[in-house]
């Protein structure tokens, strides 16, 4: 039921009340208790990454089977809708949307990070072959595999099960009716609390993550830009000086970017979130056009076709692949079971915001676009931007090995600064570090709004006031997990976030699965909208 009056109007009240509570609890736990938190978090990231790899490899490895499946199965030509209904959106702003929501900060992060360093060492080659032509292309084979397929098969997983439920079924736009065919009417009771409330906690701790990220790649970006040293934090250990962004300027960033973000979510989809997505695609436009333009063209163009084969023919190896005979090994786990379990915790604002611009496409028009797309786009950024890297590394000056060794924020623009462009590099640096803002008001409007669609039964229009609430509140989520313990609380928050709610996506496949079924034989169970407005309106 929701609330007819008083604060929590439009809401349902046991959700709100208690979403609000345990998020909130964090943050002020987060900064009165700050090693125990911290020491918390930790202790998780160690039990799920050494304990639960397994799971989360074998998991998302069953999701993108399961998609591969259902696109090429009968299922294919139904609508997401009714037969009449058509998109609402246009390719292009769809294709926009979807890039935006769906990967933003975290590919713009990790672009260069991640190739440089699996090109110095991980476990498909040997310290004799670190930074060499092998172990480039190794690199970047991992960087594709962990950008891939995989997270988009989780996205349509659940997207287009929200979106199925939604609107050919016409129940609520929220998790729990995914379960209908399971639980029946009981969605509407504890079970169909817990599967949204899950949901709810994904999306906070997922986005929070890479709102994490984002501050930290920019502060490094204002100092590249401002040469201002109120945006790092200078250390020595060990000899070594190492370059930080400094913590209060990633809360001053945050605050500021999290108040944006709320503006456009305030707009609404049709609005604010539809014209910043285009906004960043254009950007993303322009600084790849920067790298092809600026960089070894020649060699982007060969590599990138070289990285899809060999990408394609080591997919399934690398979906199985748990590195059993290697227990002291804790690669795998701090590289492939993170991402996974971030693309889970990720996956309920993803899909259903993926469900929210789907209205009207068919099935396999689903799974084409929301697979194939970004997949492909993204294995043109990661080329652009780390095959540049890998190029200055094996055949110009080097450098970007030391800086990301000293600062793993810095590898972007140490990059750009390398490709000698001049004015041209310092305007890029500048297009670098708005896109990274851009993509971070994108991501927290994008959480926002989900948030608040599974908090008020699946309005999608919720409550402006609930907007501005959670929309302040993803960051003071992101400001807590940076101030007790960095990246790796950020990622352990992610990781522990996603278990719970993988449970929930084999239910959802399972109801989805039962449901088309029930469809292809004649027998839909499909709710008149009179039906679910009174279950909503009367429970």
Known sequence: ???????????????????????????????????DVGDFFTGINSFLVGTMKWYYLGIVACFLFFVVWLLFSRYGNLRLG????????????????????GMGIGLVFWSIAEPIYHFQSNPFITAEMSQSPEAAQVAMRITLFHWGLHPWAIYVIVGLTLAYFAYRKDLPLTIRSSLYPLIGERIYGP????????????????????????????????????????????????????????????????????????????????????ILSEVNLWLSIAILAF????????????????????????????????????????????????YWGWWISWAPFVGMFIARISRGRTIREFILGVLLVPTLLGA?????????????????????????????????????????????????SIVATLLIATYFITSSDSGTLVVNT??????????????????????????????????????AAAIAAALPFSIIMIFMMIGLVKALRQ???????????????GSLDGR
Do not use: C
Request: charged fraction near 15%; proline fraction near 2%; glycine fraction near 12%.
């Open 519 to 533: 469809e292809d034989l004649g027998q839909a169970y499909a709710l008149s909208g009179e039906k679910v407005r």
């Open 454 to 491: 599974l908090l008020s039964m699946g309005d999608e229009e919720p409550p402006t006031v609930h907007r501005v609430i959670w929309g302040l509140g993803e960051g003071f989520v992101a400001a807590a997990l940076l101030y007790v313990g960095g990246l790796e609380a950020l990622q």
């Open 1 to 35: 039921m929701r609330a007819k009056s008083g604060f929590l109007k439009g809401l349902n009240p046991t959700m709100a009340i208690w979403s609000k509570f345990l998020v909130f609890a964090l943050v002020i736990l987060a900064f009165v208790a700050t090693k």
């Open 82 to 101: 009714k037969d009449s209904d058509r998109p609402e959106f246009s390719y292009f702003s769809w294709f926009a949307m979807l890039f935006g929501a």
């Open 291 to 338: 790298f092809f333009a600026f960089g070894p063209t020649r060699y982007l163009l060969g590599a990138f076709l070289q990285n899809i084969g060999d990408y394609l023919g080591q997919v399934v190896p690398l979906s199985l692949w748990t590195n059993a005979n290697d227990e002291t090994s804790k690669w795998q786990g701090g590289w492939t079971a993170f």
């Open 380 to 428: 043109v950024w990661l080329t652009a931007f780390g095959g540049t890297a890998l190029h200055i590394e094996l055949f110009g000056d080097g450098g970007i090995v030391e800086a990301v060794g000293a600062d793993l924020t810095s590898a972007l623009y140490v990059t750009i600064d390398k490709m000698n462009a001049g004015f041209i590099g310092t305007l890029a």
């Open 191 to 274: 079970l169909g609390h817990i599967a949204d409330l899950l949901a709810v906690y994904g999306t906070v701790f997922g986005v929070a993550t890479s709102l994490g990220l984002g501050v930290q790649q920019m502060a490094t970006g204002l100092y590249e830009i401002t040469g201002w040293s109120f945006w790092i934090t200078e250390t020595v250990v060990d000899g070594v000086t190492k370059v930080e962004p400094a913590l209060a300027a990633m809360m001053l960033l945050i605050a500021v970017v999290s108040t944006l973000a709320t503006v456009s979510v305030v707009s609404g989809v049709g609005r604010g979130v539809k």
